[in-house]
């Protein structure tokens, strides 16, 4: 299988994507059209702005008060006749699954589509106990046939186009049950079709189904699953056991708040007044669904998250990847290169913070972004996602006091970034002495003539691939203004 | 009405005829400028690439070099964001709130939109980022650029996209700045404009350092040195 496990640094991973023109085109033309959609979807509502800041109102309220309407939803599905658990971690979490999965006597599961279980790499873990997960969304099963990761938090087959669909269809899909149809097209309602009588049979003979959720309501213990294929209704209604991998931030307290959501999410995801499918359940009811439910709920690292005051805002998002679809990084950088199950603006300051900024990718990850500020324009929780990314970097480069699993830790400033430091120590030094940066810039234009237009090495060698440098003027503002004699002076 | 100018350390060191421009401009429609010596730089790049111990002694020396004036005008929509979102953060309130982008103090506080401009050549706008979403210049720009005598503005496809600079990006990612910063630049170019303008000298370094890269003959021109052009005296 496939892992994020020793992936380069964003910068490396993206100079290979950029020069990959089949994934640029898929990427393009993806992002593109949906990002149209989107736009038109929200400007149906002339509320849109109201919402969002009701949004971003509702998460940072229930954030505040985490633990409250954590015992209340744990109350309220115990109540209903469901079983909640806690885990710290993804490890945790993988155990008890993996030891729920065991007691049904089952060696397989059904898979709604999920970021929680993506992000503790819970199918891996599974494979190693025996057990093996069947993903049961169309792209999820396209990377699962692939031996792929997907690279988009919608769309995770994103980087594919219908072609190479069909290809992975035809080649995979009879090692994993039935096989692909004679003679498959890579006509969209074909590979629908093809998709679907391969998991039917998994539908039907699966015991076990294994999902995320959208939302908890913490008032009556409900989860809510939003869908487009029906693929999810059917494992969260089938199977005689239902187990749901949860992050502790995806809890609403009230059915009122859960309301903000369901017209938040649809337009700025799908580009849909409505998605499809929308299934919500509260512990089990006799003779209808599940027999049993499990309720994981999953901490690794939202509560250190949680900590930090700037960075918390993460905690607010929806999963709605509108911010993936307008970065004109991720765009050219693909998902794959964000090394997580989370890429795009919202992975680049949600990453960093579950994982830490230890490793060089995940420190490179807070500077995988122009500053564009386009991400936060279109984020329907208001995640100012620039600012966050901006105070990572102080973290990656300054270090400083946050807390690391549950305990406040001393985070020394990365390697690596001692020319950069220097550099930025000796222009705020020299930007403080205006006499100084008089100099400075006395010396760059007396030379002017003999200075290159493109640099060897450094920071000027990677400026200097693609551009040229300015000219250095023969004077500076500075002096110019001087010999106009109308200083005001110093 | 006298005003200060905070030309910026890029303009300053690499594009003076930017601030001369202003000057030039705003002593036209009858304001006088002071330019504080003082002055050096809003610790924008030192900020935005994570160190926050160097920006805090420039936002300082910024609110205190500026404290007098009553607007400072500079003609940098980055640098300007700067100063009003981050420098309060910093703990240099003092000058932010006073200091106004150039397109926001010819059409907010002089509030004129033409400015007696003349400038007889075909340009394409590109609305820089911080400028767009963080200062919301709107359509301030593009109703100044309309006004000019003999300018004939082409439309840019996909013109709110990002060029790619973004400071320290464009060498940190050098790949995907250029990929982005290619996009722009055949966007520029399909406009078939003989010149592209916006209110940053710094993400105009970027695109026409690509565009001469390319051979591409667009020039790259800050808005200021548009306005301060004039019959008698073409910019």
Same mark, same amino acid.
């Given at each position: ?24 085109? %898929? ?8 990002? $149209? ?52 971690? $993804? ?96 006509? !969209? ?41 029906? %693929? ?67 901490? %690794? ?12 805002? =993460? ?12 970065? !004109? ?18 992975? $680049?300051?949600?990453? !960093? ?64 970034? =001692? ?16 006499? $100084? ?50 200083? =005001?002076?110093? | 009405?006298?005003?200060? @100018? ?22 036209? @429609? ?51 964001? /700067? ?22 103090? @010819? ?26 979403? /963080? ?44 990929? /982005? ?22 993400? @105009? /370094? ?30």
């Amino acid at each position: 299988m496939s892992t994020y496990l020793g992936m380069p640094a964003f910068p490396e991973a993206a100079a290979v994507s950029t020069r990959d023109t089949r994934l640029r085109g %898929n990427l393009r033309h993806a992002t593109h059209t949906i990002r $149209a959609k989107r736009a038109a979807a929200v400007a149906e509502m002339a509320d849109w702005q109201q919402l969002r800041a009701a949004g971003a109102a509702a998460k940072d309220d229930t954030l505040r008060h985490l633990d409250t309407y954590l015992e209340q939803l744990e109350t309220a599905v115990t109540t209903a006749g469901g079983t909640v658990h806690w885990a710290a971690d $993804a490890e945790e979490a993988n155990r008890i699954v993996a030891g729920l999965v065991r007691a049904t006597g089952e060696t397989e599961v059904v898979k709604v589509k999920s970021m929680a279980t993506q992000e503790i790499g819970l199918n891996e873990a599974l494979e190693a106990e025996g057990i093996r997960a069947y993903e049961t969304d169309l792209a999820e099963l396209i990377v699962q046939l692939g031996d792929d990761l997907p690279s988009h938090i919608l769309v995770p087959a994103i980087h594919r186009n219908r072609g190479e669909i069909r290809d992975i269809f035809t080649g995979e899909m009879a090692a994993w049950g039935r096989p692909a149809p004679e003679g498959l097209s890579d006509r !969209p309602a074909e590979l629908a079709e093809a998709a679907r009588l391969h998991l039917r049979e998994k539908f039907l003979r699966a015991k076990v189904g294994i999902s995320g959720a959208n939302f908890m309501v913490a008032e009556t213990g409900t989860l809510v699953v939003l869908e487009s294929e029906g %693929n999810g209704r059917m494992c969260l209604t089938l199977p005689e056991t239902l187990i749901s991998v949860v992050g502790i931030e995806k809890v609403v307290p009230t059915w009122r708040d859960l309301e903000v959501f369901m017209q938040l999410l649809p337009r700025s995801s799908t580009a849909e007044r409505m998605n499809p499918y929308t299934t919500m359940w509260t512990g089990t009811t006799d003779g209808d669904g599940p027999r049993d439910f499990h309720l994981v709920l999953l901490d %690794n690292g939202r509560t250190d998250t949680l900590a930090d005051q700037v960075g918390r805002q =993460a905690l607010r998002c929806i999963r709605c990847s509108a911010c993936l679809n307008v970065c !004109p990084v991720y765009e050219r950088a693909g998902g794959h290169a964000y090394g997580s199950p989370y890429p795009g603006p919202i992975g $680049a300051i949600l990453t !960093p913070q579950l994982r830490g900024t230890a490793s060089a990718l995940d420190a490179s990850l807070p500077y995988a972004s122009s500053l564009c500020g386009a991400c936060y324009e279109v984020c329907p929780v208001a995640i100012d996602i620039p600012e966050v990314l901006v105070h990572l970097r102080q973290r990656v480069v300054e270090g400083g006091t946050y807390t690391v699993r549950g305990t406040r830790t001393v985070i020394r400033p990365a390697k690596g970034h =001692a020319a950069e430091r220097a550099a930025m120590r000796a222009a705020r030094w020299t930007f403080q002495r205006p006499r $100084a940066l008089g100099a400075v810039q006395r010396l760059a234009t007396r030379t002017r003539r003999i200075q290159p237009r493109r640099l060897p090495v450094g920071p000027g060698k990677a400026w200097g691939l693609t551009r040229d440098l300015p000219a250095v003027p023969e004077k500076s503002f500075r002096e110019w203004w001087q010999e106009r004699g109308k200083g =005001a002076g110093e | 009405m006298r005003v200060a @100018l905070f030309v910026t350390c890029v303009n300053d060191t690499l594009y003076p005829r930017t601030g001369q421009a202003v000057v030039t401009l705003l002593e036209r @429609l009858g304001v006088g400028v002071d330019f504080p010596l003082a002055q050096s730089c809003c610790g924008q790049p030192q900020f935005n690439t994570g160190y926050r111990r160097e920006t805090v002694p420039l936002a300082r020396r910024y609110a205190e070099v500026f404290e007098e004036y009553e607007y400072i005008v500079t003609p940098s929509g980055s640098c300007a964001a /700067m100063v009003r979102d981050n420098h309060p953060k910093l703990g240099a309130k003092g000058a932010a709130a006073r200091t106004y982008e150039l397109t926001e103090f @010819l059409t907010d506080v002089l509030e004129v939109t033409d400015v007696g401009a003349y400038y007889p050549h075909t340009v394409t706008y590109h609305p820089t980022c911080h400028g767009l979403r /963080m200062l919301k210049l709107g359509d301030r720009p593009r109703r100044l650029l309309q006004a000019v005598q003999g300018l004939e503005l082409r439309e840019l496809e996909g013109a709110e996209e990002c060029c790619g600079f973004g400071g320290t990006f464009a060498v940190k990612n050098p790949d995907v700045s250029a990929a /982005m910063g290619a996009d722009k630049a055949r966007h520029i170019e399909d406009t078939g404009a003989s010149a592209v303008c916006t209110v940053d000298n710094s993400c @105009l /370094m970027h695109i026409g350092g690509t565009l001469s890269r390319r051979d591409s003959g667009v020039r790259p021109v800050h808005l200021a040195e548009i306005l301060a052009s004039t019959e008698g005296d073409v910019w």
